[in-house]
């Protein structure tokens, strides 16, 4: 990844910062929330550097140590008592504006497109509409939450349809890194998410966008 600008990782990494202190808002100035974020990132740039992800020919997938993880922590949030209190006290408010950042994620996936570390299809000129997400989450958060034009049902829509758009890119990027089951892409692999900083993505920015949409359609759907 030397090949690529430097602002590319600055940008990107200012994004996910921006990411997680917009969601320790949200929760509240949770400390303890923020302790685990910050953590759970010095792991994985210290998982990053050893270049420990780009070994990707081996019978278990080396990835799932940085989607397993966070996949686990957020069912245990849903499946238990405490976490269900944790998710309800959650700011649904600022959790909407929360997800103006895939509006930066997506500039740095074009970047990486250009740079040829990942394909087309992961940017907004190929199958990837996540932009359309960040673009619309300040319309959502003041006709939903300021002048309260949406109703619940709209928010609740839009939040569905976002979170659509974000398994949709997931997919894609999963089916085009250089993986064994790899589908797509072949020309240029997804090989971004292999490499500091860019392994913070799906890490950590992708579990808390999906984090939050399905914490605002519990609420919205217990609020009904």
Known sequence: MQNLPIYISIVFALTTFLTVGLFYRATNNSKVS????????????FIGLS???TVTKTGQPRFLLMVLPPILFIAGLFITTKGRQFIDSLDIQKLTLLHTIRIPVEIVLFWLFVGKTIPELMTFEGRNFDILSGLTAPIIFYFGFVKKVFNKKVILLWNILCLGLLVNIVANAVLSAPFPFQKFAFDQPNIAILYFPFNWLPSCVVPIVLFSHLVAIRQLLIQR
């Not at 302790?35 to 792991?43: G, K, Q, R």
Request: glycine share 0%.
């Open 34 to 45: 923020l302790l685990i974020l910050f953590s759970w990132l010095a792991l994985q740039t």
């Open 51 to 53: 270049e420990f992800y």
